[in-house]
């Protein structure tokens, strides 16, 4: 299996452009989540997915950023208007259902950086 | 509330020497338990887990058991190595729930 699969790897952006980030999940797995690290925050999920249905978006930090999952093997987040602040590594991982034990996979993360 | 509490970081050892890194959790229900691990430049990645009270989750030398009574997942390993060098996080995850992470411990091998 491929694993979880992020593009891009690196994003440098300016100011008020629009990101997009991608991740395909490994095949099978039904709930799809989103984390953003950095420095001074640490790790902090955004969002996640069960079955492309959006559970808990308590996590995103503004109406600039969007989550979506328009099947089972895509999913989107997107920052519009972008801001420096926005700069982080974004992680997407993936898991076989939301039973407690099971482990989640996680993808190689894109590094955003904007100017 | 569910929360994390991980011992802080770097933590600098020897090559060869014991490390324990301790962490403790509040959650709702009878968590999971998991430790991952993040080398320089890549994503987490699974270490160990534990489900039950006692059970100890291992794995590539490390140790940690499940102690429902201290509510705690403390990490160790007998002898560390180099290539352990590293970034390690403690997450309990409740039944239906998110994993929740610790804030990470950094920890650097020197040979």
């Known amino acids: 299996d491929a694993g979880v699969i992020q593009s891009p790897r690196h994003e440098v952006t300016e100011m008020g452009q629009e990101v997009t980030l991608r991740c395909k999940p490994i095949?099978?797995?039904?709930?799809l989540f989103w984390y953003r690290q950095t420095m001074m925050r640490g790790l902090e999920l955004l969002i996640y997915?069960?079955?492309?249905?959006?559970?808990?978006d308590s996590g995103m930090p503004e109406d600039r950023f969007s989550a979506k999952m328009p099947n089972a093997s895509f999913s989107t987040l997107k920052i519009q208007p972008s801001e420096p602040r926005d700069s982080a590594v974004y992680f997407c991982?993936?898991?076989?259902?939301?039973?407690?034990?099971?482990?989640?996979?996680f993808g190689p993360g894109t590094r955003l950086t904007v100017l | 509330g569910n929360s994390v509490t991980q011992m802080e970081g770097p933590v600098t050892l020897s090559e060869e020497a014991f490390l324990t890194i301790n962490c403790t959790y509040t959650?709702?229900?009878?968590?999971?338990l998991f430790w991952y691990v993040q080398y320089p430049g890549e994503g987490l990645q699974l270490l160990l887990k534990?489900?039950?009270?006692?059970d100890k989750g291992s794995n590539k030398g490390f140790e940690a058991t499940y102690r429902k009574e201290t509510t705690s997942f403390h990490l160790e390993k007998g002898s560390v190595q180099v290539s352990d060098s590293a970034v390690y996080f403690c997450?309990?995850?409740?039944?239906?729930?998110?994993?929740?992470f610790g804030q990470g411990t950094e920890l650097s091998v020197k040979p």
């Open positions: 991982a993936s898991k076989p259902g939301l039973a407690g034990d099971n482990e989640q996979f």
């Open positions: 095949s099978g797995h039904n709930s």
């Open positions: 997915f069960n079955n492309n249905v959006p559970i808990d």
């Open positions: 959650a709702t229900g009878y968590p999971s």
């Open positions: 534990a489900t039950k009270a006692d």
């Open positions: 997450a309990p995850q409740p039944p239906g729930g998110k994993l929740i």
